[in-house]
């Protein structure tokens, strides 16, 4: 059974019995504790945790997850992966154990055809209900059926591996796992808890019917009991296909032929080869899908990972011989082996095909130039350690800093060679560079913590949003919230968060800035600074008490700042108005990947390749004004995912969606979903113009516009300048441009004039220096102080002057620079290097007399210093090392 159709087997046996199929989420989750969608459940993480209310009772998804905790095993073993497919069946609330169950055993006797004979089930020691209920719903014999407990010497229920919990506060509650018996070419028989390759885990039932606190303890039972599992894909075609490992599935394997096929090598021939081509697929596989879900490479964050996974690739590609990123191309036709692996079960991949190859290309191209030089310093810094030794952080750091090499790259190495990274020396030299780098910034008090907002919910439930139609409303103050808890009532000067069961003011969310405005109490004002979403329904407005006193339970008047909503819907539906012409002038893989939408103005980053060109920036800027000047109709529209995503509307990479969806139409060229707020007509945006276009980051740019009245003012602005440079120059201001550049070469022609006679005075200056020199035992020593010129014109001074002596000279001209430093130049005949007579000895003692030191080596060196006062015994220090290095030659 090929990996499609077991994909689609699963999803459809839970669809014919109730549940709503659900596509993968984003690589990019919305949860921020995570920096990757690291398991099936995480899209559901809300309804399991009571946050939000599920979509429907029953789902059952395909969710691609990406773990990076094990990527050093990955290749060294045929089991760890970096990316894998989670096939998952949920109850919220719903069915539970038995039903759970039972339809595991059947999917997998009557779907998938496992011989029944062979399944195991492993249960909580405790979960004397599972056991009885595998019991009555499978037939399997208790015998295989395998109560495992708490390990000896732990303290917490979420130590045993069937017992999961969320990590924190929450719910948590016991397993139920499946196990395949693979037979007896896998070893000692005897179950899973004594051979967990012979006896392969391929499906766990969490059966979440506890509550427990922070430290871990279990509270009780949940309300409502909920139902999560996972059936690895990964997992099920190797049983299904009857091979050894993943590796060897039709998932992966077309990738590690096809790296076996770039790097002229044959998979099986070697451990070490066969490592290397596992990792080079493996890694392929997991960055295609990461760039094409939005993750960029960087130095932090998801970025990180992605640049580790993709510079391993590289490493290994040279390990198997390949001169990548110099002649020797792997990143980009691997990413094509993916894509038309993966590409039937992932239709966004053939769609970011570009942005996937153009991104891991760059990367390739970029880190493959300086891995060679990377690795020979590696080797320097092993050179006479043994096994047991420390690989110097300070090495670590130089590679990372000079040459790409991420830390963990660098310890991986390290320890291959047995050697332990001192990577506390690494730290604190990191940490060096930052504070270097940044000041520092300083923080406000602490935030207010999640349970609080958890019980100001209890108390006032969600908010409703009503500002797509209002901006102002009457509501009850329902909760006050601060960092310590709930307050019944708040004072003049006091900073608080407030919720209310209905409010005018949008939340920040999808790039557009929360609402500012008032709150009025019959007692009491409070000035809204800020707008956000604690969690998904649940609106808080962050305030300042401004005048008296308010309380919990008052009624009041909320309104919102009328300008600055109007300014922010402009910017909102120009940002609109901009991705759909950038992709339509740069191509389709430039989609938003982050925007900021304030009043006035607005931010918009997105993937490319190269600066934007200064007539592709006019183009954009015409187009986007041209569209506008038509006045297109806005229209929002709350339809179904699926609907709208068949009605053609653009998604953004990272941003959540729930079955629901807000589609916002803007004419005949922009359609997407979006829950920010817009103007009524394109027109009502007014004008648009760009204010700079910049690189953010690797393959990443970023265009900045104002709109509305800003983008006047600063229109305005310009003009003015324009006409006062036009004033200044005494022409028309159309004409101004052309007359400035018309100046400039005749600046130019002026200065190359001016430095040829400046070189036909140096020249003859350096003629009579040297027909003015003597020689002592037929050596000249000069020495010659020149103030006012430009380092370059000391060092061809010094070397003019060198010419003209011809034979054994050593000259040294100095100079005092207008900001009181020195600088110097030695200059000696080649001759006298023959000889052993080095310019850099005879200059370093001088140096160190104006406060500095020399640099060179050979015939030439210069030298400065803050010390221009001492310029002139710095020459007589010159001249006695000079004349003790010709002595005896």
Known sequence: MDSLTIRETFLRFYEERGHRRFDSAPLIPQDPTVLLTIAGMLPFKPYFLGDAAPPAPRATSHQKCARTNDIENVGHTTRHLTFFEMLGNFSFGDYFKREAIR??????????????DRIWFTVHADDDEAFRLVLAETG????????????????????????????????????????????????????????????????????????QDADGNVQGELAAQSVDTGLGLERMALLKQGVADVFETDILRPMVDRAAELTGTTYGASDSTDISLRVIAEHARTSTFLIADGVLPSKEGRGYVLRRLLRRVVRHGHLLGLDVGRGDDLLVPMIDCVIETMGPGYPDLLRQREL????????????????????????QAMAGTSRGDTFPGEVAFELHDTFGFPVDLTAEIADEAGLSLDRARFDALMAEQ???????????GEGVPTEAYREAAGVVGTTEFLGYTSLAAEAELGAIVTPGGLLEAAEEGDEVEVVLPRTPFYAEGGGQVGDRGVLSTPTGRLRVLDTQEAFEGLIVHRCVVEAGEVSRGQQLEAAVDPELRVATARSHSATHVLHATIKEVLGEHAQQAGSLVQPGRLRFDFPHFESVSRDRLGEIEHEINERVLHDPHVHTEVMGLDEAKAAGAVANFGDKYGQQVRVVTIGDFSKELCGGTHVPTGGRIGTITIVREESIGSNTRRIEALTGADAFRHLAHERMVAEEVARLLDTPTDEAAARIRSLMDRL??????????????????????????????????????????????????????????????????????????????????????????????????????????????????????????????????????????????
Not at 367 to 376: A, K, S, Y
Not at 435 to 444: F, N
Not at 792 to 799: E, G, H, I, P
């Open 103 to 116: 339809w595991a055993w059947e999917l997998s006797v009557e779907q998938f055809e496992l011989d029944p």
């Open 140 to 211: 399997v014999p208790a015998e295989r059926i395998v109560r495992v407990g708490m390990p000896e010497g732990a303290t917490r229920q979420d130590e045993s591996d069937n017992f999961w919990s969320t990590g924190g506060a929450g719910p948590c509650g016991p397993c139920a796992e499946l196990h395949y018996d693979r037979g007896e070419a896998w070893g000692e028989e005897g179950g899973p808890e004594v051979n967990d390759e012979r006896y392969l885990e391929y499906y766990n039932l969490v059966f979440m019917q506890y509550q």
């Open 356 to 379: 996937v190859t153009r991104v891991a290309g760059a990367e390739e191209v970029d880190f493959g130039t300086r891995i060679r030089q990377g690795l020979e310093r590696v080797d």
């Open 434 to 444: 930052r504070d270097r780098a940044r000041a520092a910034a300083k923080r406000g």
């Open 748 to 889: 130019k022609a002026a200065e190359k004039e001016l430095a040829k006679a400046k070189s036909a005075d140096l020249s003859q200056e350096a003629v009579r220096i040297a027909q003015a020199a003597e020689r002592e035992d037929g050596t000249a020593i000069v020495t010659h102080r020149a103030d006012g010129l430009a380092m370059d014109d000391v060092r061809r001074l010094a070397s003019e002057i060198r010419g003209n002596l011809g034979t054994r000279a050593v000259v040294v001209v100095g100079t005092a620079t207008d900001d009181g430093k020195a600088q110097m130049v030695a200059a000696v005949t080649s001759d006298l290097v023959d000889a052993g007579v080095e310019a850099r000895p005879i200059l370093h003692p001088a140096a160190q007399v104006v406060g500095g030191g020399a640099g060179g080596k050979g015939d030439l060196a210069q030298a400065g210093g803050k010390q221009g006062g001492q310029l002139d015994e710095a020459l007589r220090v010159a001249a006695r090392e000079a004349r003790q290095a010709v002595a005896d030659v």
